[in-house]
């Protein structure tokens, strides 16, 4: 995704000052879908690479970065991760920052909304969850990128433990449940799909462009 423009600050008193999004790749296609949905054209947005969700020690560094880089193109800029496994490190260059981000710990209760996300992993706590873009890309992110194409013997070490796989579907896709579908019979585990849509993506989202208006 090409660099958010322009980098400078708006004129006083335009009426949709734009907000830049620092977003994990796996959240842009419904990000840009909200976009067009709602019209948000003053929503800018700058993704980093989803396959950091294998390494989580990187993304505090690369938001680094990229708010450093930004920092003197938008008043307002808003995270859109969770914690994401990273242990509290993303909130420490928040915090410094005075930026926001995601509620929640990971993107699965970001879509599912964190009383449900409770409930289900109340519920069966050997829950594996999938979203519209792990669905999508479940062979490069975790078969390849957990080496499981090479190493299949590495399945029940990785996923013994889990006894079903939620898939938290964005959109209504029947291309998509099918993906999750392939992923759960290949994990050996029972699938269940639960429409979320977008939840705390959106009202997050929503929420900063009302307060930069």
């Known amino acids: 995704m090409p660099d958010a423009q322009p980098c400078r600050f708006p004129t006083p008193g335009l009426e949709n000052e734009p907000v830049l999004v620092i977003a994990c790749g796996a959240l842009s296609h419904e990000i840009e879908a909200l976009k067009a949905l709602n019209g948000w054209s003053h929503l800018h947005v700058r993704c980093l690479d989803a396959a950091l969700h294998n390494r989580p020690q990187l993304i505090p560094g690369k938001l680094t970065q990229l708010i450093a880089k930004y920092r003197d193109c938008y008043r307002r800029i808003f995270v859109a991760y969770a914690d994401c496994g990273t242990g509290g490190q993303i909130d420490s260059v928040l915090q410094a920052e005075g930026i926001q981000r995601l509620p929640g710990a990971h993107c699965y209760s970001v879509f599912a909304g ?80 639960r429409h979320s849509g977008y939840a705390d993506l959106e009202d997050s989202l929503r929420s900063q462009l009302i307060a930069a208006a």
């Open 114 to 193: 964190e009383d449900t996300f409770r409930e289900l992993s109340e519920q069966e706590p050997g829950t594996f969850y999938l979203t519209d873009f792990l669905a999508r890309h479940f062979d490069r992110l975790v078969v390849q990128g957990l080496k499981l194409d090479t190493h299949p013997q590495l399945r029940d070490d990785y996923f013994g433990n889990y006894r079903r796989l939620v898939y938290l579907s964005q959109r209504l896709d029947e291309q998509t449940l099918a993906a999750a579908s392939a992923a759960a019979e290949f994990l050996g585990l029972a699938l269940e799909h």
